[in-house]
């Protein structure tokens, strides 16, 4: 049976024993916590990151309506690559089909509002929920399956799920698209800014800021309890986990659908935030892979991967991709490809453990340790 | 729907499956026997397509004369990618090979959209439009060849599998990779062969497929997507799993679009998908290859 473990960090220093008073000798003693992890077992963390929110949250009232759209979009990305960190990363369970959710949770949240007018918030509950059914529905039988029939499974349903959009014209009218009218921004937002455009602006680069600062704190929740634990058991091995007690198509599902959420919230934002959406858009598979390659490439099964992957892959991609426009794809096939063959655990893991020096002897064995 | 139209549906279902077994049929042999999910074995049957087009177009060249050029170019282009990159990494977790197939997918993708635009193009060859009337049955004699190349091409890698001394080696290193290596089979070599093939084979499926459908640079993902249904219909590595595989989901296809409508013919290929790995993970004639 797995136990929640503690993160592997020295209690406070308060909590401890005399310590002058009843030092063991120097060979016996643990190892007194250093500054960098006592200031990080303490509240420091915490306020940096509230500040560096609030740092990120005045952006949009000094940057440009470009640089704005895209930290955006960025955010967006990220927030659906560390939801995938879930599964893909804790779990081992790549999923290929994840933009599945954000599909859903885009057209529940269009429909509802366009159909039933439904308000704004609500419309987003209803995204999530569906979009969580779904993952309940179709998670059971195939995470009942090893990974690479997940993965290709998961692949189809998106594929599946994009047809029903484009083919099922009377309920989601088709190719056409579905056109989202704006949310009425708060009032007090529409005067600090002069216009509701403006308004508007910030109003969801702040929704998607708050949405990926949840999903972080999220993952980081489930990384360190139980689930965490007995999902890094199952990548690491599923019949070992199962023999120790893991309920493995439970923890499984229990990940895949926690997994399924922040990408259906990011989906109905998305659609009232851009007004407009259409099947081949919001199932694009692209979404599917940027999640892939924005967690392999910053490290996978790591809280920031995602974080340090996306920034990393937007900020290259948005340089290259005014000269390259056509060559896009090829561009994230080739980091995906160099990614895989030379930094399977991610950028992260190059500096987790301290600085190595690199020797031509151990990229030799890197290299040759998984060939034939 | 009177039974007739769903007779001729059964039997369009069959003809489209043969293009279905024949793109699985590599597909479903690198699977089994390097363990390897080949996401851009659709990236190889467009290559084999445009191989294909290009020769008709500019050296007029027909297309089942055209075919084995495009098997060759594609059984070098899997040798060197096998023996160069692939290889690398062969043995991770299947995983890490899975993306690494994907990415390569991208690029080759990419590449032919940079190269050919994202026009959809057809092969009108002489026999197009024509075909023998079976009583109340129309059977085009492109798709009757497609079928009959299919069910030669699973026979022939059936037969250099069972009676070759290579064949052998390749069953060999799918049975035990560290035993095959220790009765002296040079498995980089084995392995770059495996990939070679199941490309060519991806290539003859292409070739067929230009005369018989509409091609574009992305045509791929969705074949990728049938292979795999077609595999896990069939069950691993079985060759005659991915003829039958094929067949079952060409049929289910026609028919499902005969009665629900053809915008649904993908989705319910894929919804067998998942109907079948829940009710019966090994496939349809059921013998577990890997896990």
């Known amino acids: 049976m797995l136990r929640r473990q503690r993160p592997a960090v020295s209690p406070p220093a308060a909590e401890q024993p005399d310590a002058e008073a009843v030092r063991p000798p120097a060979a016996l003693a643990a190892p007194a916590p250093s500054w960098g992890e006592r200031l990080r077992a303490g509240p420091v963390p915490w306020i940096l990151a509230a500040g560096a929110v609030a740092l990120l949250l005045t952006v949009p009232l000094w940057a440009s309506g470009y640089q704005v759209k895209f930290l955006t979009e960025l955010y967006m990305l990220i927030t659906m690559a560390a939801a995938w960190n879930l599964i893909g990363g804790l779990a081992g369970y790549a999923s290929f089909g994840h933009v599945a959710f954000f599909g859903l949770g885009a057209y529940t949240s269009a429909l509802t509002i366009v159909r039933l007018g439904w308000p704004f918030p609500l419309s987003l509950l209803a995204g999530t929920l569906v979009a969580l059914g779904f993952a309940l529905l179709v998670g059971w039988p195939i995470l009942r399956l090893r990974g690479h029939y997940f993965a290709i499974a998961t692949f189809g349903l998106a594929e599946a799920l994009r047809q029903v959009a484009m083919a099922a014209s009377a309920i989601t009218e088709g190719g056409k698209g579905v056109n989202v009218p704006a949310v009425p921004p708060p009032p007090v937002l529409r005067e600090l800014l002069g216009s509701s455009v403006a308004a508007n602006r910030l109003l969801f680069y702040a929704l998607m800021l708050v949405l990926l600062g949840a999903t972080l704190l999220v993952w980081r929740w489930v990384s360190r309890g139980r689930l965490g634990y007995g999902l890094r058991a199952i990548r690491a091995d599923e019949d070992a986990a199962a023999t120790l007690g893991v309920d493995c198509t439970r923890y499984k599902l229990a990940a895949f659908a926690l997994s399924a959420v922040p990408p259906a919230l990011a989906g109905g934002l998305y659609a009232s935030w851009i007004n407009y959406i259409d099947p081949v858009t919001v199932f694009n598979v692209d979404y599917s892979v940027s999640m892939v390659i924005m967690t392999l490439l910053g490290g996978a099964g790591l809280l920031w991967g995602p974080v340090v992957g996306g920034v990393l892959l937007q900020v290259i991609s948005e340089t290259l991709w005014g000269q390259f426009l056509e060559l896009h794809t090829a561009f994230l096939g080739t980091v995906l490809v160099l990614t895989v063959l030379f930094l399977p655990r991610g950028v992260l893991a190059l500096v987790r453990g301290g600085p190595r020096r690199p020797s031509l002897a151990a990229l030799r064995q890197h290299l040759w340790r998984y060939s034939v | ?291």
């Open chain 2, 1 to 291: 729907m009177d039974g007739g139209l769903l007779a001729q549906a059964v039997l369009n279902g069959l003809l489209l499956g043969g293009i279905y077994a024949l793109v699985a049929l590599g597909f479903s042999l690198v699977w089994g026997v390097m363990n390897v999910i080949n996401v851009s074995h659709g990236a190889f049957v467009m290559l084999g397509a445009f191989t294909t087009y290009w020769l008709f177009v500019r050296v007029g060249l027909d297309p089942f004369l055209g075919a084995p050029v495009a098997m060759a170019l594609m059984f070098v282009l899997g040798y060197l990618l096998q023996k160069y990159v692939i290889n690398l990494i062969v043995r991770a977790p299947m995983f890490m090979t899975l993306i690494l197939t994907f990415g390569i997918n991208l690029v080759i993708v990419n590449l032919g959209i940079v190269a050919w635009t994202g026009d959809v193009r057809s092969i009108t060859t002489g026999l197009s439009g024509q075909g023998v009337v079976l009583g109340p049955f129309v059977v085009p004699y492109v798709r009757a060849a497609t079928l009959l190349i299919a069910l030669l091409a699973t026979t022939a890698l059936f037969v250099f599998m069972d009676r070759t001394r290579t064949g052998s080696a390749i069953r060999a290193t799918r049975m035990d990779l560290l035993a095959a290596e220790g009765v002296g089979i040079r498995i980089d070599r084995i392995y770059a062969l495996t990939f070679a093939i199941g490309a060519a084979l991806a290539g003859l499926a292409g070739a067929l497929i230009s005369v018989t459908l509409p091609i574009t640079p992305f045509m791929g993902f969705t074949y990728t997507g049938k292979a795999f249904v077609v595999t896990a219909l069939g069950g691993l590595g079985n060759m005659a799993g991915a003829l039958v595989g094929g067949l079952v989901l060409g049929v289910a296809e026609t028919v499902g679009a005969a009665l629900l409508g053809p915008g649904y013919q993908d989705a319910i290929g894929y919804a067998l998908l998942v109907l079948i790995l829940v009710l019966r993970p090994s496939g349809l004639l059921g013998r577990v290859g890997y896990a």
